[in-house]
């Protein structure tokens, strides 16, 4: 091609390349590569994810979680859906079933690992003491060998196991979801720990996960879809429970330096994500910048059609309609009758916030609409094309 081309002068050449070639180069790749078809999403996390299953180990989260899709509890820590419902959805799968749910579970199209409270370091705490899961990510990850080989076996009974259970080589094809990290934070804060001090185990958080992820690598997957962690500093449950100071609060109204902690530990996750890019063989990982999104609806909620961006939808009392002590769907008896006093708002969708935790349906639809297409992804491409490795930077 480039013999049968009449002498372009140098200097066009030198213009033209490496940018323009890579520019050129990529909107064609982008333009002519097919959609992904993902068999199955295998998704590793914590509250923001899970759909069942420390429900299903330490007890139902209560109504009125779950009423405004669900019309019930379904296990989510949340009025309705979450962003990796709205992901399962628009890869045309069923939601995905928790891993630890053992009844009525359909795993062929995929396996929920993430259970609310997780963390990606072990926590050296119960449950019961500290709020976070015992099911961390190197636990999450066990629970995923083990499935990946056990299914394999149950398969090969027939029946209705074949139905249940995904083919070996799902695993290959389809796509890894993370969203983890924030509990390792706030895990510091409610100890006690100052900013500094928790800023200070970020790089060994991030070594954790970076092992996870080449673990899972070697098991054969290769698209990864990560999340980064979100603004922390604008949840009730944090702004409630660690004092910071006035001139701390932002003009959004959230904890400042909370923030900029989650800021670095996202700087580093990028990082992170970029070496592995680096080391793994044949690999699609996507960083996705949930941050930018969470953050625009609570310092710009008129935007997006948001009345209430940091008040609790369902709780009690407080600033932010949050106690901890009278969570969402808590009751307490009065004269003899059970009374709810964690209630739901009317309007869930004009709310951010859920529980003083959690994002409420509509704020998790509208962060979902915003990372779809890729604009807040490194590199900028839609979820249905995650499966596509990145094309070399021009270096
Ligand atoms: C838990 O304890 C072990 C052993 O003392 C320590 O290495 C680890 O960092 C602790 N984990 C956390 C999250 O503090
Ligand atoms: C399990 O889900 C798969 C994929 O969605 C579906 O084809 C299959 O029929 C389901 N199996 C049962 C037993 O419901
Ligand atoms: C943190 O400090 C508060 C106030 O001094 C104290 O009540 C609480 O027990 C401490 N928490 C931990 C986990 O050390």
Redesign the pocket.
């Known amino acids: 091609m480039i013999r049968n081309m009449a002498h372009p002068p140098t200097y066009i050449i030198l213009v033209l390349s490496p940018l323009a070639w890579c520019l050129l180069g990529s909107s064609f790749a982008a333009a002519s590569r097919p959609e992904c078809s993902f068999p199955a999403v295998f998704n590793f996390g914590d509250s923001n994810s899970d759909t069942g299953g420390l429900s299903a180990v330490f007890g139902q989260a209560p109504s009125p979680h779950g009423e405004t899709f669900f019309r019930t509890p379904s296990g989510r820590y949340c009025d309705g859906r979450l962003i990796v419902d709205f992901i399962a959805e628009k890869l045309g799968l069923p939601f995905l079933s928790a891993y630890l749910d053992a009844v009525g579970s359909n795993f062929s199209h995929g396996a929920n690992f993430a259970t609310a409270g997780s963390?990606i370091?072990?926590?050296?705490t119960t449950l019961r003491q500290s709020g976070f899961s015992p099911i961390s990510l190197d636990v999450q990850f066990n629970e995923f060998y083990e499935f990946k080989r056990r299914s394999q076996v149950a398969r090969r009974r027939g029946g209705v196991f074949e139905k249940l259970l995904p083919k070996e080589d799902v695993f290959s094809r389809a796509l890894y979801t993370f969203d983890i990290g924030q509990n390792d934070l706030t895990?510091g804060y409610f100890a006690n720990m100052s900013t500094d001090v928790v800023r200070a185990y970020i790089p060994?958080v991030l070594d954790q996960f970076k092992n996870i992820i080449k673990y899972i690598h070697g098991e054969g997957g290769r698209y990864f879809w990560i999340h980064n962690t979100g603004p922390v500093g604008c949840l009730p449950y944090v702004m409630e429970r660690v004092p910071i100071l006035a001139s701390q609060v932002d003009d959004a109204g959230c904890a400042s330096p909370f923030n900029e902690v989650a800021q670095d530990f996202n700087r580093g996750l990028k990082q992170a994500v970029a070496q592995l890019r680096k080391e793994l063989h044949a690999a699609a990982i996507t960083y996705v910048d949930v941050y930018a999104i969470k953050y625009a609806l609570i310092s710009q909620p008129k935007k997006f059609g948001i009345k209430q961006p940091l008040k609790t939808c369902c709780g009690h009392g407080g600033k932010y309609n949050y106690n901890i002590h009278l969570g969402c769907g808590s009751k307490i008896t009065h004269h003899g009758k059970e009374v709810i006093i964690g209630k739901s708002c009317d309007d869930p969708s004009v709310h951010v916030n859920w529980d003083g935790v959690h994002y409420t349906e509509g704020a998790n639809r509208k962060v979902f609409d915003h990372i779809v297409g890729g604009s807040l992804s490194d590199p900028p491409i839609p979820l249905t094309m995650a499966c596509h490795e990145q094309l070399p930077q021009s270096s």
């Open positions: 963390t370091r072990p926590q050296n895990a060994d």
